[in-house]
T-cell receptor, first 110, second 111 residues
Framework: GMPVEQNPPALSLYEGAESGLRCNFS?????VQWFQQNHRGRLITLFY???GTKENGRLKSTFNSKERYSTLHIKDAQLEDSGTYFC????????????FGGGTRLTVRP | DPKIIQKPKYLVAVTGSEKILICEQY?????MYWYRQSAKKPLEFMFS???????DNQTASSRFQPQSSKKNHLDLQITALKPDDSATYFC??????????FGHGTKLSVL
């Protein structure tokens, strides 16, 4: 299977709602980065985790290397949260290489 | 990240021509990378360099050649351009095997 499986591929939320995204990894990864790609194509780094949980405002991310998954939770969704969200796993091999998930296209509606 | 500069932001080229995409990083990192994103698909890894030496190459075509004239530079030369090469090319850097920082990308259109 794919080394990084991301779900769901698309998500629609009303303002103020909350939901989660998940990435499963086919093998043990060293770390995970979560990105938001906005309508201009810019990649905005949201989190980098080597293990555990991080929170930043309305966003919270968890990475469990042993269980081979990572999640991104968005609460109180705002219109500006719309965009495509990618998880990317950092492999354990020599040389850092990020393998990206397929992305989640998030649409926040008023 | 504003400390990773990619030039130009947009590039239009004709089929068969050659272009160089510029990347400079001012984060003091020793590893640099190129990724490619076609039509809002996930980014795909192309190359990684560490201390100006090629570490990994996942690009099948030899038309894509990274060039590292300085430790903080990793340019990408593309020869004999094809319409399928149209994509956004992202440069990134890291301190060895730590988190990657990405530039804003160069959007290449080949006509």
């Amino acid at each position: 299977g794919m080394p990084v499986e991301q779900n769901p591929p698309a998500l629609s939320l009303y303002e103020g709602a909350e939901s989660g995204l998940r990435c499963n990894f086919s093998t043990t990864m060293k770390g995970v980065q979560w990105f938001q790609q906005n309508h201009r194509g810019r990649l905005i780094t949201l989190f980098y985790l080597a293990q555990g949980t991080k929170e930043n405002g309305r966003l919270k991310s968890t990475f469990n290397s042993k269980e081979r998954y990572s999640t991104l939770h968005i609460k109180d969704a705002q219109l500006e949260d719309s965009g495509t969200y990618f998880c990317a796993a950092l492999n354990n091999n020599a040389g850092a290489k990020l393998t990206f998930g397929g992305g989640t296209r998030l649409t926040v509606r008023p | 990240d504003p400390k990773i500069i990619q030039k130009p932001k947009y590039l239009v080229a004709v089929t068969g021509s050659e272009k160089i995409l510029i990347c400079e990083q001012y984060l003091g990192h020793n590893a640099m990378y190129w990724y490619r994103q076609s039509a809002k698909k996930p980014l795909e890894f192309m190359f990684s360099y560490s201390y100006q030496k090629l570490m990994d190459n996942q690009t099948a075509s030899s038309r894509f050649q990274p060039q590292s004239s300085k430790k903080n530079h990793l340019d990408l030369q593309i020869t004999a351009l094809k319409p399928d090469d149209s994509a956004t090319y992202f440069c990134a850097s890291s301190q060895e095997r730590e988190r990657l920082f990405f530039g804003h990308g160069t959007k290449l259109s080949v006509l």
